[in-house]
C-alpha cells in the first residue's frame, strides 16, 4: 500500500490528524475529549499519512527544552492497521527527529503496543501507569548522533 507522509505544523495538519484522533481516541478508546487535544499540539511537528487522498494515520513530535523529542498522539485508523502503516510513520518521525539534531525519543505506548515500538528500538524504561484510563509505559531510543 503506497501512502504519502508528510511533516506538518498544527495549523496545517489540525483539520486532518483531529479527524483520525477524534475516530481513534474519542470514539474507539473512549478517551475524553478535552484529554485528546492539548496545549502542546500547536508546538509539535505532525506526521499525516495520506492513502487517496484522505488522512488515515497520523503522531506527532515534540521537542523538548533539552533537546530531546516526545512522539505522541500515534493514530491510525482501523481498516489501514497491520499493514505497516504505523511503522511508516514512526520511521518518518524517527528521521525528521534525526534531522533536527534530537539527542534522544521518548513516549508513552499503551502497553498492547509495546511489542510494535520495540521493534521500532524504543526501549520500556517506566512502570506500568494509568493515562486517560488505558495503561502506558514510557519507552525511550537513544538517536545516533
Known amino acids: 500500500m503506497h501512502v504519502d507522509i508528510l511533516i506538518r505544523p498544527w495549523q496545517e495538519a489540525q483539520k486532518d490528524a483531529f479527524?483520525?484522533?477524534h475516530e481513534v481516541f474519542i470514539l474507539e478508546q473512549k478517551v475524553p475529549e478535552d484529554l485528546e487535544i492539548d496545549e502542546f499540539d500547536p508546538f509539535a511537528f505532525?506526521?499525516?499519512a495520506y492513502f487517496n487522498n484522505a488522512c488515515i494515520g497520523t503522531a506527532r513530535l515534540l521537542i523538548n527544552d533539552d533537546g530531546s523529542g516526545q512522539?505522541?498522539?500515534m493514530?491510525?485508523?482501523i481498516p489501514f492497521r497491520n499493514k505497516g502503516l504505523g511503522r511508516q510513520i514512526m520511521k518518518a518521525l524517527i528521521e525528521s527527529a534525526k534531522l533536527?539534531?534530537?539527542s534522544s525519543l521518548e513516549l508513552h505506548a499503551q502497553v498492547s503496543a509495546i511489542p510494535f515500538y520495540?521493534?521500532?528500538?524504543?526501549?520500556?524504561?517506566?512502570?506500568i501507569y494509568d493515562e486517560a484510563g488505558i495503561p502506558h509505559r514510557n519507552?525511550?531510543?537513544v538517536l545516533p548522533t
Open 139 to 141: 519507552m525511550m531510543m
Open 46 to 48: 505532525h506526521a499525516l
Open 75 to 77: 493514530a491510525v485508523l
Open 118 to 127: 520495540e521493534k521500532l528500538g524504543f526501549i520500556a524504561n517506566s512502570p
Open 19 to 21: 479527524k483520525v484522533r
Open 100 to 102: 533536527k539534531g534530537i
Open 71 to 73: 512522539i505522541g498522539r
